[in-house]
């Protein structure tokens, strides 16, 4: 007798090979019969999937579950989009190895980088496995219901090893050191070591990862050599010219230590048509020359959402803006915004954006829209421009934004939509090229600002049923044996006798992105942004079903671990 029998699907094995039917069968959370028929079979649990896809389940290359796989071992909303393994410990942030007198540093540094809630990250994060990896990977792993390969960051060994001194070159010693731990790391499980070029701790001070020499990431990409595991990197994205130097960076790195690289995110823009063009052109030449270089695409335009009453990365760059939204109360907020000095201030941040081009939609506060309110009395604004409504109110978009704030006592919500990937034809060739890796889904981060996940569902809906770009087979096989086979999860990814159960079934048709809803299950009530989904029917992970659309999130549901190298 089977666990769990899969019949009358249409299989999709993940290989890029045509789909066919057949039924597929389940025991001690392995792949056991894959379209042999199976009609006369006995099983614990048997799904129908007349008119389904059965593929295997999806892998997320890029996220930041790191904090809240502590607190939520469904890892929502990943699961039920079809999602049944992450990586984690992306740029250069993990939970360990973190020192005790280290843990409030590197927490305000993750709270920053990831916009996550202070009262939500000192709720659900208890610590309870010390200080080292090993010990990480242990305690979390005991109760979980996805697979997550964790990554170690750059940042947090620099911390580990240089302590308060991490922002300044490591001396030869504590390079050695860091290579150490690093090593200690990897015998622990960790996939790989991930770095940035781009991000801010609390102070605005580079992280400690942008401190480091290229010799101190050389000696680290040495040590990662000696296992074949990934370097991640989270490049300049804003400027191709830049873009097109860590590509060399890395292909460098990659054929001087036999290690593959990913780099993340690679956007479409209209304003600079030709940027995706320099930048695949340099991964093919990294390829050509023997390196193994993996941009990462996000499949979906970002939706940002916020409030005045939390500190937001989209009013970082704006003058006087980052010190009032940094201050401690509520109180001190309002009076702020209130004072006629600081609000003059931060009206004239505004609108220097506000005299950008017009092709620089992403800032312009007037295409800011409303988005929730917190009072009957502006509920007629909701999914209005502030252009539009400041128009009939007889003021500027710029005031508008903190006219509508303090009404609803900072409890208005602004949305910019669809930023990035604005050409659907240019962004669906860019994912059919065969070295881009579809990843970057950010899940578990930037929590009330935008709606992650959804890309699974926005690859089949945009890409396969819309343009045409991919087809359904090819698709699948980019977020499954691709994305198990770049990061050398070879237990996963495919539909094959002998693998781990790792399933989605799916309606082809009509699996999307769903809507965006807030919710305040996090800790410490803090609201965030969930993307649904549509068109999934069961996930199943290690052969636990862990999620369906007729019971939704499976109570008790645990198949999810670790996935150590």
């Given at each position: 007798m089977l666990d769990l029998i899969i019949r009358n699907g249409r299989i999709v094995d993940g290989t890029g090979l045509p789909a066919y039917r057949g039924d597929v069968g389940v025991?001690?959370?392995?792949?056991?019969?894959?379209?042999?028929?199976?009609?006369?079979?006995?099983?614990?649990?048997?799904?129908?999937?007349?008119?389904?896809?059965?593929s295997p389940g999806f892998i997320d290359p890029h996220t930041h579950y790191d904090a809240q796989m502590c607190f939520d071992p469904y890892l929502f909303p990943a699961i039920e989009h079809g999602v049944t393994s992450v990586v984690t410990g992306n740029c250069s942030l993990s939970l360990a190895p973190v020192r005790a007198t280290q843990r409030e540093d590197f927490s305000a540094m993750f709270r920053l980088i990831e916009e996550m809630p202070k009262a939500a990250f000192d709720t659900g994060v208890d610590w309870r496995w010390g200080e080292s990896f090993g010990g990480m990977v242990?305690?979390?792993?005991?109760?979980?219901?996805?697979?997550?390969?964790?990554?170690?960051?750059?940042?947090?060994?620099?911390?580990?090893?240089?302590?308060?001194?991490?922002?300044?070159?490591?001396?030869?010693?504590e390079v050695a050191r860091m290579c150490d731990v690093l090593r200690e790391c990897l015998d622990a499980g960790a996939v790989g070591l991930s770095t940035s070029f781009i991000d801010i701790d609390p102070s605005m001070h580079p992280v400690p990862s942008r401190w480091a020499p290229h010799a101190e990431l050389q000696a680290l990409c040495a040590v990662l050599g000696?296992?074949?595991?990934?370097?991640?990197?989270?490049?300049?994205?804003?400027?191709?010219?830049?873009?097109?130097?860590?590509?060399?960076?890395?292909?460098?790195?990659?054929?001087?230590?036999?290690?593959?690289?990913?780099?993340?995110?690679?956007?479409?823009?209209?304003?600079?048509?030709?940027?995706?063009?320099?930048?695949?052109?340099?991964?093919?030449?990294?390829?050509?020359?023997?390196?193994?270089?993996?941009?990462?695409?996000?499949?979906?335009?970002?939706?940002?959402?916020?409030?005045?009453?939390?500190?937001?990365?989209?009013?970082?760059?704006?003058?006087?803006?980052?010190?009032?939204?940094?201050?401690?109360?509520?109180?001190?907020?309002?009076?702020?915004?209130?004072?006629?000095?600081?609000?003059?201030?931060?009206?004239?941040?505004?609108?220097?954006?506000?005299?950008?081009?017009?092709?620089?939609?992403?800032?312009?506060?007037?295409?800011?829209?409303?988005?929730?309110?917190?009072?009957?009395?502006?509920?007629?604004?909701?999914?209005?421009?502030?252009?539009?409504?400041?128009?009939?109110?007889?003021?500027?978009?710029?005031?508008?934004?903190?006219?509508?704030?303090?009404e609803e006592d900072l409890q208005t919500w602004f949305m910019r939509a669809d930023i990035g990937h604005d050409n659907a034809e240019a962004v669906g060739a860019m994912l059919a090229h065969p070295f881009v890796h579809v990843g970057a889904s950010d899940g578990g981060a930037h929590v009330g600002s935008f709606a992650t996940f959804g890309d699974t569902g926005h690859l089949f809906s945009q890409y396969v049923r819309k343009t045409h770009s991919l087809r359904l087979e090819d698709a699948v096989k980019k977020i499954t044996l691709d994305t198990a086979t770049i990061w050398g999860l070879d237990d996963r990814g495919v539909l094959k006798e002998g693998k781990a159960a790792d399933i989605c079934v799916f309606d082809a048709d009509t699996i999307d992105r769903g809507p965006e809803v807030a919710s305040d299950d996090f800790p410490g009530d803090a609201i965030r942004w969930i993307r649904r989904q549509v068109g999934v029917h069961s996930v199943i992970v290690n052969g636990v079903e862990t999620w369906s659309a007729a019971e939704g999130y499976v109570a008790g549901a645990r198949g999810g671990r670790m996935i150590t190298r």
């Open positions: 025991a001690g959370g392995r792949l056991v019969s894959v379209g042999r028929s199976l009609e006369h079979a006995t099983a614990g649990r048997i799904i129908d999937a007349a008119g389904k896809v059965v242990e305690a979390v792993g005991k109760d979980i219901a996805a697979n997550v390969a964790p990554l170690v960051g750059h940042s947090v060994l620099r911390l580990f090893v240089l302590g308060d001194n991490a922002r300044r070159a490591a001396t030869a010693d000696e296992k074949g595991r990934m370097l991640q990197v989270v490049h300049e994205f804003f400027d191709a010219g830049l873009t097109v130097s860590r590509i060399e960076m890395m292909a460098d790195l990659s054929r001087r230590y036999s290690i593959p690289t990913t780099l993340s995110p690679l956007f479409h823009n209209n304003t600079m048509p030709h940027a995706v063009t320099q930048v695949l052109e340099a991964v093919e030449r990294a390829w050509a020359s023997g390196a193994r270089v993996w941009p990462q695409v996000q499949t979906r335009p970002i939706d940002i959402s916020w409030t005045l009453a939390e500190r937001s990365l989209m009013f970082l760059v704006i003058p006087g803006w980052w010190p009032v939204l940094s201050l401690n109360t509520h109180a001190e907020k309002m009076e702020a915004f209130t004072d006629p000095l600081t609000r003059g201030s931060l009206v004239a941040g505004l609108n220097l954006l506000a005299d950008m081009p017009s092709s620089n939609l992403t800032l312009n506060p007037s295409s800011y829209v409303v988005r929730q309110v917190g009072s009957d009395r502006n509920r007629d604004l909701v999914g209005r421009t502030l252009g539009d409504i400041a128009v009939e109110r007889g003021t500027t978009p710029s005031e508008l934004l903190i006219d509508l704030s303090v």
